[in-house]
């Protein structure tokens, strides 16, 4: 996570979406090494992203 945000930054619906993305790159994870979870990252960056602009308005 991004070091100005605070889980208290994050809406309701981001947060649901974190924790959605975070189980779904654990699911992969369990599958082995080589299993790619980089598009759920990547996923979850976005929405870091958009919650520090929401912040620094």
Do not use: H, N, W
């Amino acid at each position: 996570m991004a070091d100005d945000l605070k889980f208290s930054d994050f809406t309701g619906g981001e947060k649901v979406r974190i924790a959605v993305l975070t189980a779904r790159a654990a699911k992969r994870g369990a599958a082995g090494d080589s299993v790619d979870i980089s598009d759920l990252t990547r996923r979850i960056e976005r929405i870091e992203k958009q919650a520090l602009r929401r912040k620094k308005k």
